[in-house]
């Protein structure tokens, strides 16, 4: 016969306000098993778990039920009590009194009764708990950082400052990101190649950190501390071993006149390249859609001259499978192209940018060496509007979300357009200012003040164009909505961050769970920031959501410092929660049949197969077994199973079934 | 029938979302009907098609059964193997000629407390229109001598 | 092909020509139109802000006889009518607590059957073969006006681009016209009040002729009654506010394919507009 | 049936296999399963038309195992259950001889993808009389398809023979043995029939071959073959998926498309 | 005892009449969707005609497949255990065969045993059985091999043999008496008819008393294996027989209340005596198959000084997989031991 403990929580008035928990309390103490129920207004406090282990020693409990608030809150809290307190923590349940029942009803008999009937539930449900033990597996000390933008960087370089091995995967031939590609960055207005680059070049020679440029992750099988992780490194056409840079084959490519990706459409640049000065490494990519020889047969004018002989026509894409340890994804987030705004022409207008194409436009290294001359005709605008919320904040966008950084950085352009054009103006159409962050808003009432950018609070709602100009038609709404028409040279629109095309493709390879808008999901919005809920798999910077630079370093810090923790073991130990194929003496073995039917149930690859061998070596029987390290607990397997074979640690089905018979 | 005839509705809900999304019902102090009784299990695909029957067996009037939206499965594809389960358990429920207004099978995501409350209460009042699962209670102790 | 026709009282009246073009190309294309019998009024413009069940009893009524008709499909030319017939389907699909209402204030049943088309959807249709039968490409440059109910609101008539459509466009170029990049293809004309504030009507209207000249077009092609009559009846009024005399006409896009098709100039009603149909050989402004 | 049994008593003789299982006159009309172990008692065999049971439902039974390899003279529903047999890992290539018959025609076949290949030739899918009875049970109301049912199961007695027939029911120890929980009652009373039937064709759905053996087995006539038939021909229906067609496993309950159609779930 | 009379078929409808009237519920065998099966019925038009067999036995009227036994409630603090009456209604079985209505003693044999078990006896004091001379048989059939014959009043408290414009009731108990005495006009002395003329011929298969002489001896014999190895171990034979006895005590129970199930069960089921620990004593069908056989025909005779068999034929008629019981036993009689 079970001795169980139940433990009644008002969780002050939040419980006891709507349930009777004196009544409850003495209910309880009639259920079959349960020697030992009383109620305390905050179990949760010392006072409160001191009390259940008191009870737990005084009455020897072998099962306890707390009453309280969600498991999903407390029930970590619980079972480490009860542990400290001699019994097995997973002896210990949680009735929802308080999500499920006092919050969410009338007060009254029902709701008492229900409470009552939820702790009975559980009782039924503890009698048939086994003792479970947490389960230990290693760690692979070796982190992999997949996108090598700002927040990868930082990541990459505070994991191996830490002492621990880390890969750095990045899709396109060089890291840097988005940041190096920005001109200058708010609100200090510095240069941000001069303080990326110094980051980039630190990267590719710390000697802890190993480079993947132009590499995808194709696959990734296992868990927590024992990931393998399948790279797929694109093939650069190009010995890297044998290529010093020298830039001669990207001097002599025939191929010019192709649009440019750094410099965002704006620019051109050869079939085999390096996507900018600084790349790191500087190593050039042959570009198959277009290069001569892959379009045609013929050229080969690199190979021709390259001094090392490094070109390789015949190279292969490679694929590379990495023992990781853990992963952090730092895949950054992609902008709204201007073809998405039907009422600003679905981007047939040159003259209407985006936000980084400006940035281009304002970088000494871009298309136009920092002139401002606008896209059409390259005569320098004389009237530029800016429209912040372009597409953010817009439903009917599909981006109801606030972008967060185009308040910053569009005061940044209307500024620096104004300290390139000192005669030009500048019309900023917003809708609020978010400016908050340090220095931000003094930032703006910059541009507004010195730099006399002209603000006008209202939505953009037409532009087209009319002898070369570009009518935008606004209204401004601090004026009683009077419309407000202006003949611009050239309109930017901070277009709303968005994530990164085929991040919901990534996240399904990972198993990481993600948002509507594909943005991955952290485990807990406020307490677990940059974790996923796949254990060993955390997030920095906008791929989780839009975020600014200070930010991004932050959270890349953040995360770097959960990998270092979590490398500071030699194994970890997992929650229990895992299913387990049954073993019954011979000459049964186990009631598993061997169809594997379950296999394809399990979405983690988890289900092996084990032979049951004779002491001959003969093979009596071929199993399903369960790879508890992979098994992450859904149970898909055990609803799968007909011989009910498998069952579940802690959902099992005698713990379910005795639930059932309660009710 | 008793007048006052108050159904009993059991859930069988997935930890990571509808049970979630329960939760955030109460945190946001949405309130619903009592005649509900969760049961917890880690995803809709550890849901059993015997536990709905045992659910039935045991006196539940109405039967709710819910998990994570597709594509947000915190396992990935739990619920998708739930889904199939539920299709092909549903059709045979119909064949058997089971009561399916009595079992409700929906989505419910973390961030859905209203929808949550929502459902309860419509699963609620359509099975106290209904009344006491009277067909089924007969089969229970027939051909016991 | 066989389709349902709902002409609507535009088609009777005002824009006689529309109808005409409409069955005269349809028929030169070897489209059977089968007109509802005993239609009426579809609720544009009033209906909706009067009594909603009165708005979406209206057009169901005229589905339901083409239901009753036997077909699953209908042609309204007029831009109101068929937004107004497509609101009250999707109404009607939405709510389907309405329908046992609607059914008994129409006295007959209702099932949503009916596919609803306009007459660019029509011909978008017959494209090749409009381009097979032209004999007399419409060698011009033109202003392809769409209007507001063509394409707006978009959840309901969930047709073509609903800023810078181009099914227009499209089918303009299929028959040998060039259409100009203009940007006011879903400006408003002034609609309604064609009747009651004329003023409105030659502001508005008259920024759309003065512009489609500006870019050069030799005429501007709609596919609504409302923004021809505004357009072409009110013509005076606009050439008045703009103290400019504008010649340039307000074709329907029927008109044009019948053109292009050869057929007779009025067979296709051209000589019911009150701005000739003739092509200078530089259009537009006539001094 | 003379050129089967000629290469019967071949194998036999020449040893490869130890026993022949297929049809033999059993009490009056009735053709019952026959294992001819010696070469002499080939000629027992029979095959015409009254040979309706489904052999492969012994193929997997340890004490038939244990003869050695044996030949089954297999009709195509026996076919299709040693195919999906395979799929599901109870036999090997090469485990069996399958002297796959087909009207007139006989082939000899030892392996799945063989199978597979000889299947994939054939039509599936129920005939003509069980399709009116699928459909004459649609056409019930759902609550008079609950009474039929009702009616049809008070007389079931849980002898299992429906179970036992069945070639897929191959387990060592069925769901129905399973007593930490009990989660179907061992009574026949009303519940625990529900229950059991419930069990046996959702175990079923997706592996029925639909041979119909369980409702030719059952000794009070319940037509519980309609059951597995109704969830196999959704399963059809929904998926695309049949048993007993495939040489690697493709169960429709273990595998998924993220766009799965249904229109129940709110 | 036996006296013997002449009953006509048009009498029959006043004895039902006078049965029901004594407030006796008549069970007979019926015609439902093509099957014979015991039925309760009011007027002898609803009894089935022509019939070999109902395809279940008569020993559910005594022995159901699932009875309570007891019940409880769980209190806090108590059990309340309530003990089931059982419900015996006074009942006339009509029309089963003498092989059925033989079986009953081999029922009673075990019910009486050492444990006299209330259920069983409670529904048997308040059963009569009427039983019904056959005038055929089929394959199946052999109750002339196992000491029965298809005219053999034992078991039955009045047999009636068809015969031209009726039927020869024979009389045979206290219990006959008294259904007589219900309606004596109805029943006409009669003299007595060559019933062996009148009812079905089964020709005796197999020398029974040598067969049980010598299955102890071939116990470890092949035969058995042999038999079962087309057995596909369901329950159907057991199920389908008059005599098997053989039950599973099942408990349904929840936290609040349960109750204790008396079950039909099988000896040809593997599960039938799995032990916890996973080891089987009769762990291949061939060793279940025999202990079926030995069980009829080997340890009721040493037990009970009966056969455990009646040689109805039921369980060769029920099988999946025609296993034909007669075929199988002339098969071991003849095996050399």
Known sequence: MSRIGVFTCHCGENIGATVDCVKVAEMCKDIPGVVHSVEYKYMCSDPGQRQMQEAIKEHQLDGVVVAACSPRMHEPTFRRAAGDAGINPYMCEMANLREHCSWVHEKGDATTQKAADLIRVLVEKVKHNEPLHPIKVPVTRTAMVIGGGVGGIQVALDIANGGHKVVLVEKSPSIGGHMSQLSETFPTLDCSQCILTPRMVEAAQHPNITLMTYSEVEKVDGFIGNFKVTVRKKARKLDEKLCTGCGLCIQKCPNKKISDEFNEGLGTRTAIYVPFPQAVPNKPVIDLQNCTYYKTGKCKVCEKMCPTNAIRFDQEDELVTLDIGAIVLATGFKLMKTDAFPEYGYGKHKDIIDGMQFERLASASGPTSGVMKRPSDGKEPETVVFIACSGSRDRAKGVPYCSKICCMYTAKHAMLYKHKVHSGKAYVFYMDIRAAGKDYDEFVRRAIEEDEVKYIRGRVSKIYEEDGKLIVMGADTLMGGEPVVIKADMVVLATAVQSNDRSEELAQTLHVSYDSYGFFAEAHPKLRPVETNTAGIFLAGACQAPRDIPETVAQASGAAAKVVGLFSNDELTREPIVAVVNRQAAPVYSTCVGCFLCQGACPYQAIEQEEIKARSGEVIMTLARINPGLCQGCGTCVATCRTKAIDLQGFSNEQIYAELMTL | MDEKFEPKITAFVCNWCTYAGADLTGTSRIKYQSNVRVLRVPCTGRIDYMMVLKALHKGADGVIVSGCHPNDCHYTSGNYHARRRWMVFKKMMEVMGVDMRRITFSWVSAAEGARWAQLVNEVTDQVRALGPYAEFRQIIGAGIE | MRIGYYPGCSLLGSSREFDESTRAVLKALDVELVEVADWNCCGASSAHILNHELSIALPARILALAEQAGLTEILAPCAACSNRLLSAQQELEKHPEMLAGIEKAIEMPYKGTVKIVNILEVLDRLKDLIAAKTVEPFAKKVASYYGCLLVRPPRVVNFDRPEDPQSMDRMLRAVGATPVEWPFKTECCGAAFSVTRTDIVAKLSGKLVQDAVKRGADAIVVACPMCHSNLDLRRAEINEYLQQEYAIPAMFITQVVGLALGLDPKALGLHRHMVPVEFAETAGVQS | MEAVNQRAKELLEKGEIKAVLGYAKGTGHVRRPHFARKAGQVDQLVLDAACLQNLAVYVTKHEVKKLGKVAVIALPATQRAILQLMAERQLRDGELVILAVDGEAVKELDSAAALEEHLALKAQGLDAKDKALLAELDAMSREQRWVYWQNELSRCMKCYACRNSCPMCYCGTCTMDCNRPQWVPVASHGIGNLEYHAVRTMHLAGRCVECGECGRACPVGIPVHLLTFAAEESIHEQFGQRAGAKAKLDYALSTFKTDDKESFIR | ?337
Not at chain 5, 19 to 33: F, W
Not at chain 5, 54 to 63: M, Q, R, Y
Not at chain 5, 135 to 159: H, M, N, Q, Y
Not at chain 5, 184 to 196: E, H, I, Q, T
């Open chain 5, 1 to 337: 005892m036996a006296n013997t009379y002449n009953l006509s078929h048009e009498s029959l409808n006043s004895l039902f009449g006078a049965l029901r009237k004594d407030g006796r519920r008549i069970m007979a065998p019926v015609e439902a969707g093509g099957r014979t099966e015991l039925a309760e019925v009011e007027t002898p038009a609803q009894v089935a005609s022509d019939y070999l067999q109902t395809i279940l036995s008569a020993k559910e009227v005594a022995f159901p497949k699932v009875e309570r036994l007891l019940s409880y409630t769980i209190a806090p603090g108590q059990v309340d255990l309530k003990d089931t009456e059982p419900k015996a209604v006074p009942t006339v079985l009509f029309g089963v065969r003498p092989c059925e209505a033989k079986a009953f003693g081999a029922l009673d044999a075990v019910f009486n045993w050492d444990y006299r078990d209330k259920f069983f006896n409670a529904r048997i004091e308040q059963l009569a059985v009427i039983g019904l001379s056959c005038t055929k048989a089929d394959e199946a059939c052999f109750c002339t091999s196992v000491g029965g014959g298809p005219a053999d009043a034992t078991g039955s408290d009045i047999l009636l043999t068809p015969k031209e414009g009726g039927y020869l009731a024979e009389v045979c108990t206290e219990k006959g008496a008294a259904i007589l005495n219900l309606a004596p006009d109805l029943f006409k002395p009669g003299n007595g008819v060559d019933k062996a003329a009148i009812t079905a011929k089964v020709e005796q298969a197999f020398d029974q008393p040598a067969l049980t002489t010598k299955l102890p001896g071939i116990f470890e014999s092949e035969v058995w294996t042999d038999q079962a190895l087309r057995c596909i171990g369901c329950g159907a034979c057991a199920f389908v027989c008059p005599t098997c006895v053989c039950f599973d005590i099942q408990e349904e129970a929840d936290p609040k209340k349960g109750e204790r199930l008396r079950c039909w069960d099988s000896c040809g089921f593997h599960l039938f005596t799995l032990h916890a620990s996973g080891h089987n004593p009769r762990e291949v069908q061939g060793a279940r198959w025999r202990q079926r056989v030995y069980h009829k025909f080997s340890y009721y005779p040493e037990r009970y000084d009966m056969l455990g068999c009646v040689g109805c034929g039921k369980c060769t008629r029920a099988c999946p997989v025609d296993m034909n019981l007669k075929e199988h036993l002339i098969e071991a009689a003849g095996v050399k031991a």
